[in-house]
């Protein structure tokens, strides 16, 4: 096959130039499409759809109908409970998010000053309650409400308490019991980003730092390595806030729906009861809108944030 | 005065690596006993505190009936024995639909995603990082926009959009979606762009090969660390599939799902259960072991440059 005589960027105008190109690599359209057709039909459509709806009330049997802001004004005026929702929400993506991303930097850390069979044989165990999907609920039995469950029994024997605590029952203790749960599996993919990340350092830059002047672990932490990886930063970030909003099913599983006064309830929560059970489409969509707008705009700031870190 | 340190700093350097080997100075920069001891310790604990509850669920599993009931309460276990576990599988034989099929849908729905994953992944992954059509850059910022969001955004519509395609309660509805997991796009198009020689495709375009051979020849072979990781990714997800909103019928439900109702059924089964959740993570976790260094690889080039 002859190769077409070489055109120069200059030649032409933009607009001819970009039809150039994008006839001579129509392959590479051919091949994102089937994954963007997906793509588009599972992910784009329906944040779109949602936002439409929001605006209508739908209960799927008849078509919807517009009702402009009714639904946000309802949600904000009207319903208490998902204010509680959004209250919970944000505390809870407030201390898990960041919580859960300094746990994977500073254990991906310290398990990277170790030997690298040992290292290996450590990721896995950190990593292990992230993969294993509802493992989390034996913390109901290690934190059972009578005084066969282990903790209670221990403090009980410690004298710590006299009488066994309803763990998953008591207002005061669930959001902390959960918290810790969400924690507990929350070292996955962004963990192992960071463990990537900090082999990716390269090894010289440690000793032209010490002829610099680095003095300890943590000026090289802040001055070579996290410089470094940025990059794995970044995305570690990322993952980590969008999953500290994605802790619904954990909360359910420990606590059961509805949580006792609705200490423990979500905006996931919320969306669940009005999608799911009470087939107010429109009213759903628009907590799935507003939940929508809360992840990027976390993400958006954060990254941000980060962005400026070390420029 | 720079000049005369790094003299010194060599000097050093050499003598150091003579005496002890050149391992033993990488590891001795910049790092006090006292740190390394107050680390090793911190890390003891808390991997202590991650294996426990999991200990705790095996334990569970391998406790004989009048020690789950014992008081107080044993965190290990004197007679162990796996009656639990030949009890979990009777009740599996008992179970409403057989339990081959709980087995066999699941198997089925994790080969069936993970495949499509893989192949859609991998071909848009090569197109965004090696070929060059304009609108690659918009498209893959969408990708990293989507990272943003997950799946409770989008539930209530995919439920409604399932509804209209006639998809509800047919595996269509679990695989397809699975097929196109933005992040197996994201992790693959970064391995690729740093990974696969853009001088290598070249010149095999030159010679006349066309992209389809080139991906599958070149490319794929370039990027074992990415799919494997892209496999175990979307495998794991899969496999944990539990309680799936579009499938209503027992005969379509997965393993982790009947696994799960045992898990949940009550006190009497207690030990029962906790066999059940043993058997449950140990496939992820093995799983895991096995690929692990192709994972690592393959997330040292994820990072987000922008």
């Known amino acids: 096959m002859p190769r077409e005589k070489a055109v120069i960027r200059s030649d032409i105008s933009k607009f001819r130039w970009t039809l150039l190109q994008m006839k001579k690599n129509w392959v590479g359209y051919a091949m994102v499409l089937p994954f963007f057709i997906l793509f588009f039909m599972f992910t784009v459509i329906p944040v779109v759809l949602s936002v439409v709806l929001s605006f209508t009330t739908f209960n799927m049997l008849e078509w919807p109908k517009w009702v402009g802001m009714d639904n946000y004004i309802r949600l904000f005026l009207d319903d208490d409970i998902f204010l509680t929702a959004i209250k919970n929400t944000m505390l809870f993506a407030v201390i898990t998010g960041p919580c859960s991303y300094l746990l994977c930097l500073f254990f991906a850390w310290f398990i990277n000053e170790l030997r690298p069979k040992i290292r290996s044989f450590v990721t896995v165990l950190f990593y292990a309650p992230s993969i294993s999907g509802n493992v989390y609920i034996i913390f109901k039995t290690l934190f059972s409400s009578d005084q066969y469950g282990i903790v209670n029994a221990y403090a009980m024997k410690l004298n710590l308490i006299q009488k066994p605590i309803l763990w998953f029952q008591d207002e005061n203790y669930i959001f902390g019991l959960v918290v810790l749960v969400a924690l507990w599996t929350s070292l996955g993919t962004s963990f192992l980003t960071m463990i990537a990340g900090f082999q990716v350092v390269n090894q010289e830059l440690y000793e032209a730092g010490a002829v610099d002047g680095v003095k300890n672990r943590w000026q090289e932490l802040w001055f070579i390595t996290l410089p470094s990886m940025k990059p794995q930063l970044m995305l570690g970030a990322i993952l980590s806030i969008t999953s500290s909003f994605g802790f619904g099913q954990i909360i359910t599983d420990l606590v059961g729906f509805p949580s006792p006064n609705y200490v423990v309830h979500t905006i996931m929560h919320h969306l669940g009861d009005y999608g799911g059970m009470r087939f107010e489409m429109g009213y759903a969509s628009a907590i799935a809108t507003l939940l929508f707008f809360m992840m990027v705009g976390a993400n958006l700031l954060v990254t941000k944030m980060l962005r400026k870190v070390g420029t | ?306």
């Open chain 2, 1 to 306: 005065m720079v000049a005369d340190l790094k003299q010194k700093y060599i000097a050093y350097r050499n003598k150091r690596i003579i005496q002890k080997g050149p391992s033993s100075f990488k590891r001795s920069i910049n790092r006090s006993k006292g740190g390394d001891a107050a680390i090793f310790i911190l890390l003891g604990i808390v991997a202590v505190i991650m294996v426990m509850p999991m200990v705790y669920a095996i334990v569970q599993a391998l406790k004989p009936l009048d020690e789950l009931w014992v008081f107080p309460p044993r965190f290990y276990v004197v007679n162990p024995t796996l009656k639990n576990f030949s009890d979990l599988f009777r009740l599996m034989g008992n179970s409403w639909v057989p339990f081959s099929r709980y087995i066999f849908n699941t198997v089925f729905i994790s080969i069936a995603g993970t495949a499509g994953n893989v192949l859609l992944s991998s071909y848009a992954a090569y197109a965004i990082s090696k070929i060059h059509f304009p609108g690659r850059k918009f498209l893959f910022s969408v990708i990293v926009y989507s990272l943003m969001f997950n799946a409770t955004v989008t539930g209530i519509t995919n439920f409604l959009l399932m509804t209209y395609l006639g998809w509800v309660d047919t595996y269509l509805a679990v695989i397809v979606p699975a097929c196109c997991t933005t992040f197996g796009l994201y992790l693959m198009k970064q391995f690729m762009e740093t990974s696969v020689n853009d001088s290598v495709l070249e010149s095999a375009r030159i010679e006349g090969a066309s992209e389809n051979r080139i991906f599958w020849t070149i490319a794929m072979p370039m990027v074992k660390p990415a799919w494997v990781t892209l496999i175990i990714f979307a495998f794991k997800d899969l496999w944990n599939t539990g309680q799936n909103m579009y499938i209503y019928s027992e005969q379509l439900k997965t393993f982790n799902y009947a696994i799960s109702q045992i898990v949940t059924s009550g006190i009497a089964r207690s030990g029962v259960g906790a066999a059940a959740m043993v058997v449950t993570m140990i496939v992820p976790i093995t799983v895991f072991i096995i690929s692990q260094s192709n994972v690592i690889q393959t997330m040292s080039t994820s990072g987000m440059k922008d």
